[in-house]
């Protein structure tokens, strides 16, 4: 039986629902389905805490600590969910007077050099949110996300994304073109890059341990000439967004193409490390990180 349709409707359906509810009450249901699927999904609640782990500096056998800091992982991750599903329908002044931004002079002074900014961001926070306030200062952005089964629910989130003024290319073989096009029209990418989907990434030291992360962001600034950045969206306190946004990498030439990739990445792995430890709670990271705790390397 094809659940697909099933699926997009009552994700449809919860949207809309959430969209209309008072925004403390949306907030409310956010807190609430985080503590159900924390004490729900024991696997992904373990894999959360391993990741938190790195970060906190924690020994495994402080659960209380961890277990404390991973429900919190959930509640914010929910909150992310129920965000995205209000947001579309959000005033653009809204989203700017909830929005407090550190560091947007990066970004004006490397789009007014007019090769593009490409801007590496991690999985923390509400980037989305980010993007509707760059949207709103003729900023608009474009990014890359991996394709949501069923098909229907994936055109359903990039139409949302379109009504905030993102555009977002599907996680495919013609996605690199795209973002370098949008390059040369000296346009802004966004790209979240603390996961290696694909399993081609460059190796990075990452809170200590060896692991890897996407070429992608280093690669396209190296041959687009493009300034390279880095940036957050933390949510909150209540309804508000802080973002930051960091003075651009230097990407002068040291090496061959591979080397120079390598240290930029390397680069942009320790200042993810920074962003994370601010709010580890909001690193939405689900999914095994380092080759340890893959099942297929035999953890």
Known sequence: MNKGPVVFRTYVTLGRCLASLPEPVALGVANLVGDVLFWARHEQRAMVSKNLRRVLDADASDTAILDRWARRAFRAY?????EGARLGGTPSSEVEQRTFIQGMQHLVEGMALGKGVV???????????????????DLPMTAVAERLDPPELFEYFVEQRAAMGLTIVPLDSSSGGVLLATLRRGGLVGLLCDRDIEGTGIEVDFFGETTTMPAGPATLALRTGAVLT???????PGPDHRAVIEPPIDTSRRGTLRTD????TQEI???????IRRAPEQWHVFQPLWPVDRPEDGA
Request: positive net charge.
């Open 119 to 137: 801007m590496a961001l991690p999985h923390v926070g509400s980037w989305e949110y980010g993007g509707a306030f760059l949207a709103s200062q």
């Open 261 to 264: 990739v390598a240290r930029l």
């Open 78 to 82: 929910a909150r992310y969910w129920v």
């Open 269 to 275: 792995a320790h200042r993810f490390e920074g962003m």
């Open 230 to 236: 880095t940036g957050v969206v933390y949510s909150g």
